[in-house]
């Protein structure tokens, strides 16, 4: 069996490495009035909490954003 090389990692990287984000988003209808929740533990300064109002839109899209707000957070 092969071994994999590892890549190199910045302090930046190995610091998201402990994080993780738990995600919900949902709308009332389909579309309907959106909203989004995240949560994403072990950052240095404590847990994050996210939760916004997106306007009309359908589940998936809340979903995805609320995906993307944590990734965003996750990067800063």
């Known amino acids: 069996m092969a071994r994999v090389p590892q890549c190199e990692t910045s302090d930046a990287a190995e610091s998201m490495a402990n994080l993780v984000a738990y995600i919900d988003g ?21 847990t994050i909490r996210i939760a916004k109002w997106i306007g009309t839109q359908d589940n998936n ?12 957070c996750a990067l800063i």
Do not use: F, R, T, W
């Open 26 to 46: 949902g709308s009332q209808g389909n579309p309907g009035p959106a909203g989004v929740g995240v949560v994403i533990d072990g950052a240095a300064a404590g």
């Open 61 to 72: 899209v809340a979903e995805y954003v609320a995906l993307v707000e944590a990734l965003q």
